[in-house]
Structures are given as C-alpha cells and as structure tokens.
C-alpha cells in the first residue's frame, strides 16, 4: 500500500460488522488471499488488507471474507508469554478465557553513563538480574505450558524481545519456541490484571487501510 495508508486493530467480535460497513461505504470489495493476507478492493479505490491471524487460513464453506470471520471466532488454545524488566507473566488461554497463570516480580536495572570499572561491576550485576528473572520465567513456562504444549495453537509473546528469547532458551522448551508467533506486542510490566486484558490484545484484528478507505 502506499505511504498513506494507516493500521487499526479491532477485537475479533467486531470483524463481521466492519466488513459489512466496509461495503455499504465504498461498494461490494473484489477479496483474494496473498500471503495470509485477505485483500479487499472496492468499487470506489478503497483497499484493506487484513491480516490473518493464527494462519494458515481456516478450510471452510463461503467467501473468503466469512471463511476469515469464521476462522477469526474459533477459540485457540494459546500460550503468553509476558517479560520485562519489571517482571514477568506466563498464561494459558483458551479463546479470551485464562485458563491458568503465572507471575513473577523482577528487579532489572536500567542502563548506566558511567564508565571504568563502575561500568563493568554494574553491567555484571544488570545481567545476573537479567539472568535471574529469565530462569524464572522459564520455570514458569515449563511448568504451564510445557504440559499442554501438543494442545497449543500457538504461543504470543509480550515485552521485551530478547527477554521472552531467553525465557525460552533452555532446550526442554523447544517445542514452546517453535510455536512463538514472530510479531510481538507492546505491554506494561507483566501483572495478573495485564495478562488477564491481553487476550484483547493477541485476538484483535489488525488491518491496514489505504487512503481512500
């Protein structure tokens, strides 16, 4: 799309109601699927490319786009993964529903201008606080999600990249990895109240409009 466009995210709920004021707003769209990504293309030049979530795209009856509204309401098992300097939040979902969680607290201080040795002794400490959080993690993980790992549908990571790497870096975890989605989304330091709203988060739709849409 050209530089123009815009993104939004709606919940999953939402999905059929927009395709349907989509239409009534810029004509009957033409849709294909590229890359697990529906395509829709107005009468009127508006486009919307709507991502797919949990591909590959359900196998179902109808359009594409009540193939995606289908596929986007089935209910997933789903692990999170939730890391920060503030601490960590490992959950279980099924749908929005939370299944089960851990959570943990963490101490990780922020980066130094000093420099010498000061410099060294704090960088030292930094990642024996790092490394301290991410072993909690893992055990969190381990305990979680490894058990219904062969019922996962995939598993959403949260935070700060490298940390939810390492979380799973022990090779017992593995099998957790391999189903990590790459996109990663943005949250506060993980709490039960956090892990518990992002549901919203890792179900919403995410869509990229172009200018005339």
């Known amino acids: 799309m050209a530089a123009e466009s815009r993104k939004i995210s709606i919940e999953r709920s939402r999905l059929l109601r927009w395709l349907q004021n989509f ?21 009127d030049g508006a486009e919307a490319m709507i991502t797919v979530p949990f591909p590959p795209l359900s196998e179902s009856t109808g ?20 890391v920060r300097r503030g601490g960590f939040g490992v959950g279980l979902f099924d749908g929005d529903r939370l299944l089960g969680h851990k959570t943990g607290t963490g101490y990780v201080q922020g980066k130094t201008k000093a420099g010498g040795w000061s410099q060294q002794r704090y960088a ?27 019922d996962l549908a995939a598993v959403v990571g949260g935070g700060d990249r490298a940390g939810v790497l390492a979380a799973l870096e022990p090779a017992e975890l593995t099998p957790i990895k391999e189903l990590l989605q790459p996109r990663l ?29």
């Open 23 to 43: 239409a009534v707003r810029h004509g009957e769209p033409s849709a294909t699927l590229h890359d697990q990504q529906l395509a829709l293309a107005a009468p």
């Open 63 to 82: 359009s594409l786009q009540q193939r995606l509204v289908d596929h986007v309401l089935l209910d997933r098992r789903v692990g999170v993964i939730l």
């Open 185 to 213: 989304l943005p949250v506060p330091d993980p709490r039960l109240r956090v892990l518990e709203e992002f549901a919203d988060q890792f179900l919403g739709v995410e869509i990229e409009l172009n200018e005339l849409a």
């Open 124 to 150: 030292r400490r930094r990642d024996n606080q790092a490394r301290q959080l991410y072993q909690k993690a893992s055990a969190a993980v381990s305990e979680l999600l490894l058990p219904a790992v062969d």
